[in-house]
């Protein structure tokens, strides 16, 4: 390896001496990977920081405040239900593993999407999925239909919507998963991988 001659630090050995410092101070926290999560713990053992799954089953970053308090910072939040079958409902539906509180800024916006795999089994089956806010009323319904003839043997499809929810309060807004099924005559339908991502704006 060939000679290279460093410049003399001068002026900048304080700032490695700070570095250095920092770095030891990062070394002596511990990290763990737990539930989906990598958190970070303090000297006494309190977690400062968590990416990834939170306690409450969203997903994003989470570090503490000078109170010690997890404080989530910014970014989409996302949640993911459990697969719902079976389902033969005439009137919008909220399973409550697929929902977020999220706080609203001034701007009253949201960026949402709501994604399921839906599959029907009967001609003229319909399954539809949106997003409620805090009240009863969806926001951005996809449906999913098949009609086909004697032959028909059942449909699949991947259905998402996107889209920006305005006018919102400043503030805690409930985002919630819904679905619905139309004319379930004698057999179901099934929602597949349901899952809700909100990006307040």
């Known amino acids: 390896m060939p000679y290279v001659e460093t410049p003399p630090l001068g002026g900048n050995a304080s700032l490695l001496q700070d570095l250095i410092r920092r770095m030891d101070v990062l070394e002596a926290r511990t990290r763990v990977i737990q539930n989906g999560a990598l958190i970070i713990r303090n000297n006494a053992g309190v977690a400062v920081a968590v990416i990834g799954q939170q306690a409450d089953g969203t997903y994003g970053l989470k570090v503490a405040n000078d109170a010690g308090v997890l ?17 033969t409902n005439i009137s919008w ?22 994604f399921a795999e839906i599959f ?12 409620i806010v805090d009240s009863s009323t969806p926001y951005g319904t996809s449906y999913f239909s098949v009609s086909a003839g004697a032959a ?13 929810i305005s006018g919102l309060s400043q503030g805690s807004h409930v985002f919630k998963f819904a679905y619905q099924v139309q004319q379930p005559g004698a057999s179901s339908v099934d929602f597949y991988s349901p899952s809700l991502t909100i990006q307040p704006l």
Do not use: H, M
């Open 93 to 114: 539906a909220t399973p409550l593993d697929c929902q977020l509180t999220v706080d609203i800024s001034a701007s009253g916006q949201a960026l949402v999407t709501s």
């Open 71 to 87: 404080q989530r910072i910014g970014g989409a939040q996302s949640v993911f239900g459990a697969d719902l079958t079976g389902k």
């Open 120 to 131: 029907t089994y009967v001609s003229g089956q319909v399954g539809g999925i949106g997003v």
């Open 152 to 164: 028909y043997i059942g449909g699949q499809s991947n259905e998402q919507r996107t889209l920006i």
